[in-house]
Protein backbone atom coordinates (compact mmCIF):
# COMPACT_ATOMS: atom_id res chain seq x y z
CA UNK A 1 0.00 0.00 0.00
CA UNK A 2 1.19 3.36 -1.15
CA UNK A 3 1.87 5.81 2.18
CA UNK A 4 0.61 9.04 0.20
CA UNK A 5 -1.07 9.07 -2.75
CA UNK A 6 -2.44 12.13 -4.34
CA UNK A 7 -5.06 13.31 -6.92
CA UNK A 8 -7.26 16.40 -8.41
CA UNK A 9 -4.43 18.09 -10.13
CA UNK A 10 -6.10 19.11 -13.67
CA UNK A 11 -5.73 22.11 -15.94
CA UNK A 12 -7.98 25.33 -15.01
CA UNK A 13 -8.04 28.97 -15.85
CA UNK A 14 -6.31 31.99 -13.97
CA UNK A 15 -8.72 32.67 -11.37
CA UNK A 16 -9.85 29.31 -11.18
CA UNK A 17 -10.05 27.01 -7.93
CA UNK A 18 -9.05 23.26 -7.23
CA UNK A 19 -8.75 20.96 -4.77
CA UNK A 20 -5.76 18.72 -4.14
CA UNK A 21 -5.84 15.36 -1.89
CA UNK A 22 -3.44 12.97 -0.33
CA UNK A 23 -4.45 10.21 0.79
CA UNK A 24 -2.55 8.65 3.62
CA UNK A 25 -1.77 5.63 4.73
CA UNK A 26 0.30 4.32 7.57
CA UNK A 27 1.19 7.74 8.79
CA UNK A 28 -1.02 9.02 11.85
CA UNK A 29 -2.70 12.54 10.85
CA UNK A 30 -2.84 13.27 14.72
CA UNK A 31 1.09 13.24 15.28
CA UNK A 32 3.10 13.86 11.70
CA UNK A 33 3.25 16.84 10.37
CA UNK A 34 2.13 17.13 6.80
CA UNK A 35 3.11 19.40 4.07
CA UNK A 36 2.53 20.28 0.61
CA UNK A 37 5.21 21.52 -2.08
CA UNK A 38 5.57 22.04 -5.68
CA UNK A 39 8.01 21.68 -8.57
CA UNK A 40 8.23 22.94 -12.13
CA UNK A 41 10.25 21.23 -14.37
CA UNK A 42 13.21 23.83 -14.31
CA UNK A 43 12.42 23.60 -10.71
CA UNK A 44 15.78 23.07 -9.15
CA UNK A 45 14.02 21.31 -5.68
CA UNK A 46 10.66 20.48 -4.37
CA UNK A 47 9.31 24.28 -3.04
CA UNK A 48 7.78 24.45 0.13
CA UNK A 49 3.66 25.09 -0.29
CA UNK A 50 2.17 25.12 3.01
CA UNK A 51 2.20 22.89 6.11
CA UNK A 52 -0.33 21.58 9.22
CA UNK A 53 0.87 20.32 12.55
CA UNK A 54 -0.41 17.51 14.55
CA UNK A 55 -2.46 20.20 15.96
CA UNK A 56 -3.49 21.61 13.15
CA UNK A 57 -1.65 24.81 12.70
CA UNK A 58 -1.06 25.42 9.42
CA UNK A 59 1.61 28.02 7.89
CA UNK A 60 2.08 29.12 4.16
CA UNK A 61 4.76 30.26 1.71
CA UNK A 62 3.63 34.13 1.19
CA UNK A 63 3.03 32.98 -2.32
CA UNK A 64 0.08 31.59 -1.87
CA UNK A 65 -0.87 33.06 1.67
CA UNK A 66 -3.88 34.48 1.64
CA UNK A 67 -5.24 31.29 -1.40
CA UNK A 68 -4.50 28.12 -0.83
CA UNK A 69 -5.88 26.49 2.51
CA UNK A 70 -4.43 23.14 4.12
CA UNK A 71 -6.61 21.06 6.02
CA UNK A 72 -6.72 16.98 7.19
CA UNK A 73 -9.94 15.15 7.52
CA UNK A 74 -9.12 12.74 10.35
CA UNK A 75 -11.81 10.24 9.61
CA UNK A 76 -10.65 10.15 5.74
CA UNK A 77 -7.29 9.80 6.02
CA UNK A 78 -6.82 12.64 3.79
CA UNK A 79 -5.10 15.79 3.22
CA UNK A 80 -6.37 18.61 1.47
CA UNK A 81 -5.38 21.42 -0.27
CA UNK A 82 -7.96 24.16 -1.26
CA UNK A 83 -6.23 25.98 -4.20
CA UNK A 84 -8.48 29.33 -5.27
CA UNK A 85 -7.86 32.29 -7.17
CA UNK A 86 -5.37 30.30 -8.99
CA UNK A 87 -2.41 32.28 -11.19
CA UNK A 88 -0.27 30.92 -13.86
CA UNK A 89 2.85 30.65 -11.59
CA UNK A 90 1.21 28.34 -9.70
CA UNK A 91 1.59 25.78 -12.37
CA UNK A 92 3.48 22.69 -11.49
CA UNK A 93 3.33 19.27 -9.90
CA UNK A 94 2.34 19.24 -6.36
CA UNK A 95 3.90 16.66 -3.80
CA UNK A 96 2.12 15.79 -0.61
CA UNK A 97 4.65 15.03 2.20
CA UNK A 98 5.10 13.19 5.82
CA UNK A 99 7.12 13.93 8.19
CA UNK A 100 7.88 12.97 12.37
CA UNK A 101 8.55 16.48 12.87
CA UNK A 102 7.94 19.90 12.00
CA UNK A 103 9.02 21.43 10.15
CA UNK A 104 9.15 19.43 7.54
CA UNK A 105 13.07 18.57 5.98
CA UNK A 106 12.97 17.50 2.60
CA UNK A 107 15.63 15.02 2.83
CA UNK A 108 13.54 13.46 5.90
CA UNK A 109 10.19 13.39 4.33
CA UNK A 110 8.12 10.50 3.09
CA UNK A 111 6.93 11.92 -0.50
CA UNK A 112 3.79 10.92 -2.80
CA UNK A 113 4.02 10.67 -6.21
CA UNK A 114 2.67 13.86 -6.95
CA UNK A 115 -0.28 15.59 -9.08
CA UNK A 116 -0.18 18.33 -12.00
CA UNK A 117 -1.58 21.21 -11.83
CA UNK A 118 -1.78 23.85 -14.93
CA UNK A 119 -3.02 26.81 -14.75
CA UNK A 120 -3.67 28.90 -17.62
CA UNK A 121 -3.87 32.73 -18.95
Known amino acids: QVPLVESGGRSVQTGGSLRLSCQVSGFDLKRHCFGWFRQTPTGTEREHVG????????AYENSVKGRFTISKELAENTLYLQMDNLKPEDTAMYFC??????????????WGQGTQVTVSS
Open 51 to 58: QIKPDGTT
Open 97 to 110: ASSRTCPIIRSRAD
